[in-house]
Nanobody
Framework: QVQLVESGGGLVQSGGSLRLSCAASGFTVDDYAVGWFRQAPGKERDWVSCIGSKSVSHSPYYRDSVKGRFTTTTDKAENKVFLQMNNLKPEDTAVYYC???????????????????WGKGTSVTVSA
């Protein structure tokens, strides 16, 4: 059974950093594209980042508002995907989710958010 579990969220001051983890089971993270999404209070869920499988393109993609601040990596030994978030801003406050779908090895489809497997999310709060 394919499962994803996020962790690493918390409360941080503006300008601070957090590293989110997405632990995968039932599949190998480097074999499929994995996306990070976030949903701020009262807003729709947005795509944040995606990293494709190593068989296609392992270069991560980011939404414009997080480019240069967020970095997505994978660790095959731990079977995890990480989202390193630096220089956090209050507008980054949201519940962060990782997601995947066995249909996608690249990020083109992942960014739509129409995916089969989602974690339960981890909350990030950035104070001003």
């Amino acid at each position: 059974q394919v499962q994803l579990v996020e962790s690493g969220g918390g409360l941080v001051q503006s300008g601070g950093s957090l590293r989110l983890s997405c632990a995968a089971s039932g599949f190998t993270v480097d074999d499929y594209a994995v996306g990070w999404f976030r949903q701020a209070p009262g807003k729709e869920r947005d795509w944040v980042s995606c990293i494709g499988s190593k068989s296609v393109s392992h270069s991560p993609y980011y939404r414009d508002s997080v480019k240069g601040r967020f970095t997505t990596t994978t660790d095959k030994a731990e079977n995890k995907v990480f989202l390193q978030m630096n220089n956090l801003k209050p507008e980054d406050t949201a519940v962060y989710y990782c997601a995947t779908d066995e249909y996608y090895t690249d990020c083109a489809g992942v960014t739509t958010g129409i995916l089969d497997v989602w974690g339960k999310g981890t909350s990030v709060t950035v104070s001003a």
